[in-house]
């Protein structure tokens, strides 16, 4: 170690994704199921209001807490779906930007924050980013929450629940008893529980339950990245009660300054933007592929949202890693279910990609269970 890195560097290295997005460059013609980010374009109302913004020299900062129409737009939809007296919101530099201003606002040294197992790969790093530790409760094999296993996790240092529904890698989605017997165990406990919810619109058996209507003091982060497709716009935000905000918007001040000015203009046409043939389209994805699987013997528990199926590993491999370098040998990039978990028994597939995309992949996952038959 460098004697002039601190001493958290050690805490985390390069995302195994980003190692497979690195390698998905290097390669010619890969069958990439690996990015979870859509592959539809942006649609032409929202570029052509981030065009405008730009050229009418929106490009300065702007106030910390988001552009007033923008901030009071969301404020009036999260008033009008919630009813809750004392609920904020402040729009962030993309969602994770929402998720480290949320650590850094809530977690002190040595506070507990539980993650579900599989987990979005941020949350453990950035719970040891801050200082806290990271306490998992294992939802293998049914990546169901499992409300007694919760219980027993809590410890008196216990600060927060991180919940992502629908979930990256899995795809499930909790269901409405799951969640609010997580949301009244967090206040019985008076636990923060962070609801992550960037996939929302991605739900496609029924709407997402939130456990914002059992617990009003359930933190909320959403964004705006995967709904439009534009992830590299780091556009997000966060809501929850007011005391939380207040804090997490003075932390922006101090660390990002303000999401990025003119794609703030752009969040507003995206909220009067239908998406819904978008969803549809990723609806027959995920059946698609889920059939794949299913033809080809795999294990699969049901994605009921976001772009990922998450599978078992078959018997005849010994791990998801040596899995997942056959595959990428075969020149099919996929992830390695042990950079979401403690196991390494699972791969994620990422469906965001092209029908053609999706059936060369398939073909290479039938291949991978002859080749060892």
């Known amino acids: 170690m460098h004697p002039w890195l601190a001493t958290r560097t050690t805490e985390f290295d390069s995302s195994g994704i980003r190692k497979v997005f690195d390698l998905a460059s290097q390669m010619k013609d890969p069958i990439n199921l690996s990015i979870g980010q859509p592959d539809f374009p942006v649609p032409d109302a ?8 730009i050229q009418a020299d929106k490009n300065g900062y702007s106030v910390t807490q988001g552009i007033a129409e923008l901030q009071q737009r969301l404020q009036a939809d999260i008033d009008q779906s919630l009813g809750h007296s004392d609920r904020r919101v402040v729009v962030t530099s993309g969602t994770s930007g929402a998720l480290v201003l949320a650590m850094l606002a809530m977690i002190d040294p040595g506070d507990e ?24 409760v ?6 169901r929450i499992d409300p007694e296993k919760v219980a027993k996790a809590i410890t008196p240092r216990t600060k927060l629940i991180l919940l992502n529904s629908p979930c990256n890698p899995t795809g499930v989605v909790a269901d409405a008893s799951e969640i609010q017997a997580l949301a009244e165990l967090a206040a019985k406990h008076n636990i923060a529980l962070l609801s992550d919810e960037i996939y929302r619109e991605f739900c496609y058996d029924g709407q997402l339950p939130s ?64 998406m819904s043939s978008q969803v549809r389209q990723y609806l027959a994805r995920r059946d698609r592929m889920v059939a794949g699987l299913n033809d080809a013997g795999y294990q699969v528990v049901h994605p009921g949202g976001a772009f990922y199926v998450f ?29 979401f978990s403690q196991r390494d028994s699972h791969f994620r597939i990422s469906y965001a990609a092209s029908n053609d995309t999706i059936e060369r992949g398939i073909e290479v996952l039938k291949a991978l269970r002859g080749a060892r038959a």
């Open 138 to 143: 294992d939802t293998h094999p049914s990546f």
């Open 211 to 274: 456990p914002t209507k059992w617990n009003d003091q359930t933190i909320v982060m959403d964004g705006f990245s995967k709904t439009y497709g534009v992830t590299g716009w780091r556009l997000g935000f966060i809501h929850g009660p007011a005391p939380v905000i207040d804090k997490i918007t003075m932390m922006q001040q101090y660390t990002f300054v303000c999401a990025p000015h003119p794609f703030q203009w752009a969040a507003l046409a995206a909220l009067d933007t239908d």
């Open 311 to 339: 599978p078992q590993v078959p018997p005849e491999y010994e791990s998801g890693t040596e899995f997942v370098t056959q595959a990428i040998a075969k020149g099919l990039l996929v992830i390695p279910g042990k950079i």
């Open 46 to 53: 929202v570029k052509q209001a981030a065009i405008r913004a």
């Open 113 to 136: 924050v539980i993650c579900f197992d599989p987990f979005f790969v941020m949350y453990p790093t950035l719970s040891a980013m801050v200082g806290g530790n990271a306490v998992f």
